[in-house]
Every structure is written in C-alpha cells, then in structure tokens.
C-alpha cells in the first residue's frame, strides 16, 4: 500500500453515467490486475473504493459508474489531483490460469478485465472474454478488449444488443481451462453455480478504510474469516461461503 | 523545540499521540506505511476471551464529517492474540502497547485482562466498558456506575498493570461513571467511544447498517467528546485518555487544555493512514504557535 498524489490527466465519459479516468503518479504498489484504489474527495469523510482498469508506467485508468454523491463529485473534475491508497487488495492470481481462461465482466465488473485480460495474453494464453449488461446502451470497452486480442462476446439482459441474457448463457457455450469473474453479487453466483472450472471471483462490500484495518468487510470463508480490502476482493470459488 | 512527552500511569510517552482501537487493528497494517514507533503508543483492536467474527455487514455507514461502524468486536480471542498477533507485532512496535479488553461478562473481563497482563508487551490495559455494538456487553456495564465499578475492581484485583476505564458517551452522567471507575481503583479513564446513531438508505428505505444501529465517529462528535472531557477532568485525579474526532495537532492540545493526559485518535486514521505521523510532525509547530513549550504542562489548563 502506498498513499499518492495523482494528477488527472483525462476524465470522460464511456456512457450515460460510466466514467473513464486516466491518473498519473505512482503506481509502484499496484502489483496485480484485481487490484484496487481508495480515493479521497473533498467534502466527504470516507474514501471511495475503485478498481484498476490499466496501468501503463505511470499512468493509471479507473472506470466508474456514478451512483452517488462520490462518484457524481468524481464525475465532474476535469483537472486537479487527486489522493489515492493504491495496491490495495489481493488482486487476481494468475498463475493458475491454464491455457484459455475466460474472463466474465458484468457492468462495473467489466473494469478489472481489462487489465487481468492485457496480463494473461502477454503471458501468450487465449483469452475468452465475456462483457454483460443490461442494455445495449449500457456497453462500453468491447472494442477495447479485441484491440487487446482477445476473444471477445458481449450480452445484454434486452438483447438490444450482442447475445441476449446473461453471461453464463454465453458460458455455456465456451470451453475453458479457468474463469475469472468480477460483477454484482446475483452474477457471481450464477457464474459459480454455471462454471465447470475453478476459478476466481471478484466481491464488492461497503468499506471503512480500504486496508484492512477497520473490519468493516469482513467476510465468512471455508479458510476463516477474510477482510474483502484486504485478503479479497478477489476469492477463490472453493472458499465461498454465499450469506443468503 | 516544544516538549512533547506525557507521562501516562507513570509510563513516559514521547508523545500523547494514541491511534484508538479498532482503527489500528493489531498495528503491523500501518507499519507497512511508516514505523509505527514513533507513536506514543497505540491501542489494539479490542480483545474478547473467545474468538469473535462480529455483526453482519454493512457495517459501516458515511456521515457529514464522520462515520457509523457496527463491527461487532471482532478479533481472533485473547489466546490467538497472544499467540499470534503480539509476536508479529514485536517485529515492528518496539514500545509498551496498550491492550484494549472486552467483554460480555464481569469473569470474561478479568480472565481476558490477566491474561494480558501476563504479556511483557503490554503497557497498560484499555478496558472497554463502552462497545455500542454488541449485545449482553460492553456498552451496558458502561451506562450503570455499579456495573462499571465491579468490572474495575474485578480486573484491578487480577493486574499489576495501569488499568484505564474506556467510557461510553451513550449515558445521562458521564461524570458518575468516570467517578464510580476511579473510586474503585482505575488508574485511568478514556473517552469518549462512539455515539449511537444511524443512517437510512433512500432507496431500499432500510438501514444502512445491518445491525441498524451502530458508533457514530469523526470530526462531528469532537466538541461533544471536548466537553465531556473536561467534566470528567474537573471530577477525577486520575489521567484521562480524549478522544472523539480528533484529526489534528490543534484538537489534540484542545483536548489536553480540556484535561486529557494523552490523545487517542480513530477514525481519522481510516481515512488518511499517515494522520498520526503527521499530527506528531505537528505539533512542535503548532505548540510554538501557541507560545506552548511542554505538553504536560498545559494538561488541564483550561479552566
């Protein structure tokens, strides 16, 4: 973990009411796709938690989706900098891979994919990836995800566009060695009920500190109790623990 | 060059900087940020006898200039703590720590105290008596100066190091809480914990939190913590420990004026990790400022 002043090179937006935003400063702590920034706005007493989408030297991107008073703040800067914990989180472990893993964004989920997806075809695995949303105005970094070289299917709740329904009618369809997942909690666990492999899965939980220190996200496993800041957010499927 | 030590239940403190527990955890987090040695001292998370994992989440909740927490005390139970956490901690915390007990019974306060006690790391012992969020515990042996007198002597009568009495604000009288814990042998007294409170969720229209209620902290409660300081100040000898809100040098000597021998600080440090490093830098600045030249000096001072 490191606290750094971060300079905002761009910030625009991908949709309606999804942000992306291009930061610089040091990224030296951020040691794994998965992993995640807490950010500091003026006026509002706790950070905001926000996942790394890329990194490149020192430049760093963050997707958001404005859905309160933070982000909507977030939203609307356009220069300035901003203070940031980074290396936050456990990030994504890559290591267990296998030769084609597929990588299942829904919404916000989609983010971290990106630079989980950049890292495993560097490392000359094919990567399958599959983007879920609601609607077809809703889809953003489809593009950005073939650029990368991946193999990239996109479905939407509407069928207004891609393939319609969810991403694991989309999975059923696919052969894979691993997955890697990130999205609302109803989608993670379809994804874990739908998978034939291990893998693993990105939680989202209202945070105090972001670090570890609060317990405020704490989490039941099979391996004991886990700070989602901290030991997640990222879990393996063996070890989940689903609350309802 | 403004003199920063405190002595503290006659342990000297460099400085009267304390991050409070549960905003620290067990302190090798933030040794991660900076070294922690440079604190006077800091106060782990609280400790129960047996292991506990806590409430259900949410359990925080954002406020105007502060926060909620319902986390419930969770920790690994004073033997894994002992076992595990102490050891790691040595490795980064070369000073006395101060060792934050709770419980839900009178025996589970003094068995978790002596166990402590028994530790050569431990300098002084915080016994919460104030936790707003468990039930069966904490906080109602805090709010019954009867109740709180017999939790102090029963962990006086199994300790041979200072043992503070950590409040809660949630009560009429905090004054004949604090009286009842020193009349029965409390080296010391800390305060203020948290303050009840709650938030509602527009959308769902239930609670933030999901214990509902939970310990409201931060900046807002500051002047309510100030005051209740310096009452308890003008009806007690022993030292007082302040806190609530504190998040810079200037609150700090406020709360020393208001009668407060040390300084706890909580919830600032979850927001901005390096808050206490950055008060200690402080103060020397801030004192001169103030045509202040020792710390102890000033405990008290406004009468």
């Known amino acids: 973990m490191k606290q750094g002043i971060f300079e905002i090179v761009e910030n625009l937006p991908l949709t309606e009411n999804v942000y992306k935003m291009t930061l610089r400063g040091d990224t030296s702590a951020i040691t794994a796709p998965g992993q995640f920034v807490n950010i500091k706005l003026d006026g509002l007493y706790l950070r905001r938690p926000i996942s790394v989408c ?86 953003f970094f489809e593009q ?34 691993y997955f890697y997942t990130c999205g609302p909690e109803p989608m993670l666990k379809a994804v874990y009920r739908a998978s034939r492999t291990s893998g693993q899965l990105s939680f989202e939980k209202r945070m105090g500190c972001g670090f570890g220190a609060c317990m405020g996200c704490s989490c039941k496993t099979v391996t004991g109790y886990k700070r989602i800041c901290k030991e997640g957010p990222v879990l393996q499927k063996e070890e989940i623990l689903w609350e309802s | 060059m403004g003199e920063l030590s405190v002595n503290l239940c006659g342990i000297q403190l460099d400085n009267p900087i304390i991050p409070a527990s549960g905003t620290f955890g067990y302190g090798y987090e933030y040794a991660e940020l900076f070294d922690i040695n440079c604190l006077g001292t800091f106060s782990f998370k609280g400790t129960t006898k047996d292991p506990r994992f806590g409430n259900p989440t949410p359990r925080i909740a954002e406020c105007t200039a502060g926060m909620i927490n319902a986390v419930g005390l969770q920790n690994p139970g004073v033997e894994q703590v002992i076992q595990t956490e102490l050891p790691k901690l040595k490795a980064c915390f070369q000073k006395p720590v101060m060792a934050n007990v709770s419980g839900f019974s009178v025996e589970d306060y003094a068995y978790t105290c002596r166990m402590l006690d028994a530790q050569e790391q431990v300098g002084w012992l915080e016994v919460n008596i104030s936790c707003p969020n468990v ?110 809100g504190v998040s810079s040098a200037e609150d700090v000597l406020e709360m020393m004026l208001a009668g407060a021998t040390a300084v706890e600080v909580g919830a600032a440090n979850l927001v901005d990790p390096l808050i206490c490093p950055k008060i200690i830098e402080d103060l020397p600045n801030v004192m001169k400022k103030y045509n202040i030249q020792s710390l102890q000096e000033i405990i008290g001072g406004a009468k």
């Open chain 1, 144 to 177: 950005e995800f073939k650029d990368l070289g991946a193999n990239v299917t996109v479905t939407t709740v509407d069928g207004t566009y891609g393939l319609k329904g969810f991403v694991t009618d989309a999975l059923a369809g696919c052969d894979y060695s």
């Open chain 1, 54 to 139: 890329d990194l490149q030297g020192d430049f760093l991107t963050i997707i958001y989706k404005v859905v309160g008073k933070g982000t909507a703040q977030l939203s609307e800067m356009r220069t300035g900098t901003l203070d940031l914990l980074t290396g936050l989180g456990n990030g994504y472990d890559l290591a267990k891979s296998g030769a084609s893993p597929v990588l299942l964004g829904g919404g916000v989920g989609v983010p971290p994919m990106y630079l989980l997806c950049k890292t495993l075809l560097a490392q000359g695995k094919s990567v399958q990836v599959i983007l879920g949303f609601n609607t077809k105005n809703e889809v």
């Open chain 2, 135 to 244: 039930h069966g515990g904490g906080m109602s042996f805090g709010t019954d100066p009867k109740a709180a007198a017999e939790v102090t002597k029963a962990v006086k009568s199994v300790t041979t190091k200072p043992v503070i009495m950590k409040l809660t604000p949630n009560v009429t009288d905090i004054v004949t809480i604090a009286k009842a814990c020193a009349d029965a042998g409390a080296d010391g007294i800390s305060l203020i914990n948290t303050m009840l409170g709650m938030r509602i969720d527009l959308r769902t229209k239930k609670p933030v939190i999901a214990n509902k209620m939970g310990g409201f902290s931060g900046p807002a409660i500051f002047p309510v913590a100030l005051r209740m300081v310096y009452q308890v100040a003008q009806a007690v000898d022993v030292p007082i420990i302040g806190m609530g």
